[in-house]
Nanobody, 123 residues
Framework: QVQLVQSGGGLVQAGGSLRLSCAASGPTFRTYAGAWFRQAPGKEREFVAG????????LSADSVKGRFAISRDNAKNMVYLQMNNLKPEDTAVYYC????????????????WGQGTQVTVSS
């Protein structure tokens, strides 16, 4: 069983940066892929970025490539999302998620979810 607790987020101006953190419980988290999804008002939840348990496989949505970076620290059971050059269209509730071994872009493949954190980017 894995529990995910998120922190970070908030309000930032366009062009600014934020870092989201996701703390995982459970001794076996290093065998899980970590990912970030987001859901904007009135829209479906969408994949943002994912990383395999070893960090060797990384997936990113086209909309965030070159601006967002996912990373993890298995010693601390942490997954991060560094968001740079934020745009108003990045405004959403962001969720971390976990599934075994490798990341995918489909939210239905993920077994564990964080509580969500609001990111608001003003123009």
């Amino acid at each position: 069983q894995v529990q995910l607790v998120q922190s970070g987020g908030g309000l930032v101006q366009a062009g600014g940066s934020l870092r989201l953190s996701c703390a995982a419980s459970g001794p076996t988290f290093r065998t899980y892929a970590g990912a970030w999804f987001r859901q904007a008002p009135g829209k479906e939840r969408e994949f943002v970025a994912g990383m395999s348990m070893s960090g060797g496989r990384i997936l990113s949505a086209d909309s965030v490539k070159g601006r967002f970076a996912i990373s993890r620290d298995n010693a601390k059971n942490m997954v991060y999302l560094q968001m740079n050059n934020l745009k108003p269209e990045d405004t959403a509730v962001y969720y971390c998620a976990a599934r075994t071994f490798i990341p995918t872009m489909s939210e239905t493949d993920y077994d564990y979810w964080g509580q969500g954190t609001q990111v608001t980017v003003s123009s």
